[in-house]
């Protein structure tokens, strides 16, 4: 399979196509607006420390709200690094919120007891039924209820654990008056203008529905317990102006996966061994990406870890190390057994 001599994409990925030399669209691409990229940085950085002083500078003796910050903690490396910096490096009241999908590591659920302690953090962790969990991720297993474009970025199981994350964030923000929601993605994961996005009804709504018509037909009424109700809009309307962003702040501040590792250790974070290792703290994975690669041909992280290669955060060998290692068998066939499937 011919792979981008510069980064890690193959030639399965979708849209791609190679110069002479053998470099892709997405290189080519990246290094016309690389120096428009290191502004956005700086810009949004600034934009959010402006933001912070709207509502918690250190003028103001009073918090504005009971938490600064919700933080989609799911116990991985990036999540406890991205917890570490919003509460050491800025200060922030935090509260963290783990969505155990069934599935996390027994590592992971260690480490998010351990970091939470460390930092003096506290945490909600929500357990939704595993029955009805284990429904969603089976049937988004085994059929194509995603478009292509956003299976570029996650596998499908991944997807609908993401949509059911975001959707509780949202519910429970508005419920608890938090203005913004943190989430610990990589610099690959998601583009620089996501770092800090405000959110008004009409988007909500519109991503609710655009949640709805995917995850309804395989979920039920059993859904809505996941999606905003009237009575959440309600809420968002009478909320001060600054409410509510969503925020990616690993987009604007200095990323290295050695440092990062390094840091969350200090704080008692140790590495996962039964996850693979495009994870830290999801044993659901292994079975996405197998699935994935089977039906579309390319890994679910090669977008993710391209990014992360042409932006100099990862050699070009480490990342398609990350990509050529095999997920462990054991781990795929006992998460097939949980689910019920038999084959794909």
Known sequence: MKICANCV?????????FNEKGICNFCLN???????????????RYKFLSLLDQFRGPDKPDRLFSYDVLMAYSGGKDSSYTLKIL???YGMKVLALTFDNGFLSSYALNNIKRVCESLGIDHLLVSPSRKLLNQAFRESAIGEIYCQKALERASSICNTCMNLVKSYMLKTAIEMSIPLMAYGWSPGQAPITSALMRWNAGMIKQTQQSIASILKKIMGDALDSFLLSDRHFKLLNLK?????????P???????EEEVLEKVKELGWEEPLDTDSNSTNCLLNSLGVKIHQRRLGFHPYALEIAGLVRAGYMTREEGLAKLLKEPDDKIVEEVKRELSITSF
């Open 87 to 89: 509460k050491q490096n």
């Open 250 to 256: 690993l987009a604007f501040i200095d990323y290295n």
């Open 240 to 248: 001060n102006s600054i409410f509510l962003y969503n925020l990616h």
């Open 9 to 17: 994409l193959p030639e399965t990925f979708p849209g791609i196509r």
């Open 30 to 44: 990246y290094q016309a607006k690389k120096e428009r990229i290191h502004l956005q940085k700086e810009a949004y």
